[in-house]
């Protein structure tokens, strides 16, 4: 599948990393469907990437919508809303590869932690509620704010899970589309709750810094 083929819908792609996302897949040369559980929501977002990045294949649509006209499924909604998203759309995606981008967050008087999930991490969650889809966890640990800043090159590795090798070499595939940006495979979804976690680490970092840290993972060759 070359990259003028692949679709991406990002589910829940209005926040500020969603946004990022779909500047940078688009940047990238792939059509984006932006979804929303609101159809003006995902109007305006696709609007204002287009705007950003003229003249980018994206579109605002329902949820559904957007996961009936994409090949490659994005998850990156709140935590909070994770776990009903993913049950309202379980048909809708079916086998398709999905990549969970969430990270269940928690905030104790300022400082950055994450929550307990029942299944070991979101990314297992998603896995867990979508049996027959091929779920991989990506994208946890970039800024959100330098994903949409389509002026400042994007720096980092990406640690990818799953379990399934083939759509985990197509998610990794998808990374290195990104300049910049390096795919690591860092196991099985069992390891979901380590990479999920690390997000607080940066957060926690940043805060202290004034940055937008990255990982990057030193002695690992492409």
């Known amino acids: 599948m070359t990259s003028g083929e692949l679709t991406v819908g990002l589910i829940g792609g209005t926040g500020p990393e969603g946004r990022g996302l779909a500047l940078r897949f688009a940047q990238a040369g792939l059509a984006v469907r932006i979804g929303s559980r609101r159809a003006e929501r995902a109007g305006q977002a696709a609007n204002d990437v287009r705007a950003a990045l003229p003249p980018a294949d994206v579109t605002g649509h329902l949820n559904a919508a957007a996961v009936a006209g994409c090949d490659l499924v994005v998850v990156v909604v709140p935590y909070d809303g994770h776990a009903a998203t993913l049950t309202d759309l379980r048909d809708a995606i079916g086998e398709k590869i999905v990549i969970d981008t969430v990270v269940p967050l928690s905030f104790s008087g300022g400082v950055p932690g994450t929550v307990a999930v029942a299944e070991g991490s979101a990314t297992q969650q998603a896995q867990a509620l979508l049996p027959t889809a091929r779920v991989v966890g990506a994208f946890h640990n970039l800024s959100a704010q330098k994903l949409q800043d389509l002026d400042a090159p994007m720096q980092g590795d990406v640690l990818v899970t799953g379990d399934d090798a083939e759509a985990k070499a197509a998610v990794m595939g998808l990374v290195?589309?990104?300049?910049?940006?390096?795919?690591?495979?860092?196991?099985?979804?069992?390891?979901?709750?380590?990479?999920?976690?690390?997000?607080?680490?940066?957060?926690?970092?940043?805060?202290?810094?004034g940055a937008h840290a990255a990982v990057r993972m030193v002695g690992v060759e492409p």
């Open 176 to 209: 290195a589309r990104i300049p910049d940006l390096r795919p690591v495979d860092a196991g099985p979804l069992a390891i979901s709750k380590l990479v999920e976690d690390l997000t607080a680490l940066i957060l926690s970092v940043n805060r202290r810094y």
